[in-house]
């Protein structure tokens, strides 16, 4: 009894990882943007944030703080906020939502996330801002395109599918053990002889 209990644990608890896994990469072909971005004090900075066009509808925002429950949202569409040194645009037909903010200042460095709001969960990806006396420079990730994203969506059912196989079947491996533990013993000898004999 113990022993299965120990497989079907150690089957659930693997398909709930693989579950987790499949559904972050799939999350993360969403959106994507650059890592870091390094502007120039009293300069202006643009950055792209790429989305799945099956959001194109949805609201975006750009919100700043180390930690994304806790940020503070600082523009979003459609409604834009009032305000000389940041501006949001969303393209929807491209797929991307861009930030530029004007007039760098030592308050400005820190960390920013490019968000999509959704029912449940957000889809959201951190861009770091530096600031420095020297020109302008970009280190990006490379952008997901929607076949790529296509690919992840495929993927996630595969391994979805796989994982429900390997839970049906633990399932039903526990259900066998525990009808054959069930069976009187005098049963089980008369199961065991009926088999030599046929052997």
Not at 1 to 30: I, Y
Not at 106 to 116: A, F, L
Not at 166 to 189: E, G
Request: proline fraction near 3%; charged fraction near 20%; glycine fraction near 6%.
């Amino acid at each position: 009894m113990r022993t299965s209990r120990t497989l079907l644990g150690f089957f659930n608890a693997s398909a709930f990882c693989l579950f987790w896994l499949t559904n972050h990469a799939v999350d993360s072909a969403k959106l994507s943007a650059p890592e870091k971005v390094t502007g120039a004090y009293g300069g202006s900075v643009t950055i792209s944030c790429q989305y799945n066009q099956r959001f194109r509808n949805y609201t975006k925002y750009w919100c700043k703080g180390p930690v994304y429950e806790l940020c503070t949202i600082l523009q979003k569409t459609p409604k834009r906020k009032d305000n000389d040194r940041g501006a949001i645009v969303d393209d929807q037909e491209a797929g991307v939502f861009t930030m530029t903010m004007t007039s760098l200042n030592k308050s400005d460095e820190g960390k920013y996330w490019c968000v999509i709001a959704r029912l449940g969960r957000n889809t959201y990806i951190g861009v770091q801002l530096e600031l420095s006396d020297t020109v302008i420079t970009t280190t990006s990730t490379p952008f997901i395109t929607n076949e790529e994203a296509s690919w992840w969506m495929a993927l996630r059912w595969i391994l979805f599918s796989i994982m429900l196989f390997c839970v049906v079947a633990t399932h039903i491996i526990t259900w066998r053990i525990k009808a054959v533990r069930k069976t009187p013993p005098q049963q089980q000898l008369h199961h065991q002889n009926s088999q030599n004999i046929y052997d």
